[in-house]
């Protein structure tokens, strides 16, 4: 078979008109800038028959639509961009700033209370959620303000009205954050063929997951040469450790303890250095009879020897 190709030749003008694309902004456009929300919709307990308000706020909507819904006890509608969806005369939408879409449920009710929804009508959809929590008239609430980690614990709330026994209620509150790592000593100096333990506290909620790992990134893991352990002291305060077993030269490097959890990770470094090990000191003595032309004469040899390499003998002869 024969196959014939055929070129054409073109003549292009010297300039080619210029095109310039734009980001408009809008679903489907080219590079469309994509909303963002910067705001985390904050959850709510509020009195019955006081307001609730969330405030969602989105930036860069373009012409996309932002919408409130309530998830509970079926999802329904209740805002679509600036129009009212729910015939809830109690709901009701502001925005001020442009920027966002708030949401006020006036005179709660028991039957208010669930998960609301502010959605993003992108590709996926992007949405934040919020809880309403609705309690009665007769509340008592304390409130906590710049929590730390060390407010986390069991709280009792005790009602008594003169008739005993009164009632009680424990509350837990687990305060969150990232890990922090506490290494007693960053530098380990053990002999050859020693066995040794590294280890790290750990404070951390929720619970991390923990690992060791050489300089390199090498991961160690429970074998012949190496055993990790873990231990949860309190709920947020764990130690773990690394067994090093027959320590020799190789073993000479730094090693890391690594904790991490879905609010950061935490790593504490741990030198380990490999020392000769010492002998003690060793003294012989010897005694002999010389033989020569005089007479006989009684000598003695004495060696001092403080390691078993790298000294020559030392001798005394008397």
Same mark, same amino acid.
């Given at each position: 078979m024969?196959?014939?190709f055929?070129?054409?030749?073109?003549?292009?003008?010297?300039s080619?008109?210029?095109?310039?694309?734009?980001?408009?902004?809008?679903?489907?456009?080219?590079?469309?800038?994509q909303?963002?929300?910067?705001?985390?919709?904050?959850n709510?307990? %509020?009195?019955?028959?006081?307001?609730?308000?969330?405030?969602?706020?989105?930036?860069?909507?373009?012409?996309?639509?932002?919408?409130?819904?309530?998830? *509970? &006890?079926e999802?329904? %509608?209740?805002t679509?961009?600036?129009?009212?969806?729910?015939?809830?005369?109690?709901?009701?939408?502001?925005?001020?700033?442009?920027?966002?879409?708030r949401?006020?449920? +006036? *005179?709660?009710?028991?039957?208010?209370?669930?998960?609301?929804?502010?959605?993003?009508?992108?590709?996926?959809?992007?949405?934040?959620?919020?809880?309403?929590?609705?309690v009665?008239?007769?509340?008592?609430?304390?409130?906590?303000?710049?929590?730390?980690? $060390?407010?986390?614990g069991?709280?009792?709330? !005790?009602? #008594?009205?003169?008739?005993?026994?009164?009632d009680?209620m424990?509350?837990l509150?687990?305060? *969150?954050?990232?890990?922090?790592?506490?290494?007693?000593? @960053?530098?380990?100096?053990?002999?050859?063929?020693? /066995?040794?333990?590294?280890?790290?506290?750990i404070?951390?909620?929720?619970?991390?997951?923990?690992?060791?790992?050489?300089?390199?990134?090498?991961?160690?893991?429970?074998?012949?040469k190496?055993?990790?352990?873990? +231990? /949860? /002291?309190? &709920?947020?305060r764990?130690s773990?450790?690394?067994?090093?077993?027959?320590? !020799? #030269? /190789?073993?000479?490097r !730094?090693? *890391?303890?690594?904790?991490?959890?879905?609010?950061?990770?935490g790593? $504490?470094?741990?030198?380990?250095?490999?020392?000769p +090990? &010492?002998?003690?000191?060793?003294?012989?003595?010897?005694?002999? +009879?010389?033989?020569?032309?005089?007479e $006989?004469?009684?000598f @003695?040899?004495?060696?001092?020897?403080?390691?078993?390499?790298g000294?020559?003998?030392?001798?005394?002869?008397?």
């Amino acid at each position: 078979m024969i196959l014939w190709f055929g070129l054409l030749s073109l003549q292009l003008p010297a300039s080619l008109p210029s095109v310039v694309f734009e980001d408009v902004g809008v679903p489907g456009g080219l590079y469309p800038k994509q909303p963002k929300m910067v705001e985390g919709v904050a959850n709510a307990t %509020i009195q019955a028959g006081k307001e609730a308000v969330f405030n969602c706020t989105v930036e860069d909507v373009g012409s996309y639509k932002v919408s409130w819904m309530k998830q *509970e &006890p079926e999802t329904s %509608i209740l805002t679509m961009a600036d129009d009212m969806v729910t015939r809830n005369p109690r709901v009701t939408l502001t925005r001020n700033p442009p920027n966002v879409w708030r949401l006020h449920v +006036k *005179e709660i009710r028991e039957e208010d209370r669930g998960w609301y929804m502010c959605q993003v009508n992108t590709d996926p959809a992007s949405s934040q959620s919020a809880y309403l929590n609705v309690v009665g008239s007769n509340v008592g609430m304390l409130r906590m303000g710049n929590i730390l980690r $060390g407010d986390s614990g069991v709280y009792i709330c !005790n009602a #008594s009205n003169g008739v005993s026994p009164p009632d009680i209620m424990k509350i837990l509150l687990n305060v *969150e954050f990232p890990p922090t790592i506490y290494v007693t000593d @960053s530098l380990i100096e053990v002999y050859p063929g020693q /066995e040794v333990v590294l280890t790290c506290q750990i404070e951390a909620y929720p619970p991390p997951s923990v690992f060791w790992a050489t300089d390199d990134g090498t991961t160690l893991i429970s074998g012949m040469k190496y055993v990790v352990k873990s +231990k /949860e /002291e309190t &709920p947020y305060r764990l130690s773990s450790s690394l067994v090093i077993r027959s320590v !020799n #030269s /190789e073993d000479f490097r !730094n090693y *890391e303890c690594h904790a991490s959890n879905p609010l950061g990770e935490g790593i $504490g470094s741990m030198q380990l250095k490999v020392v000769p +090990k &010492p002998v003690s000191p060793k003294t012989g003595s010897v005694l002999g +009879k010389g033989q020569g032309k005089g007479e $006989g004469a009684i000598f @003695s040899i004495h060696q001092d020897m403080m390691f078993d390499e790298g000294l020559e003998p030392r001798y005394t002869i008397k």
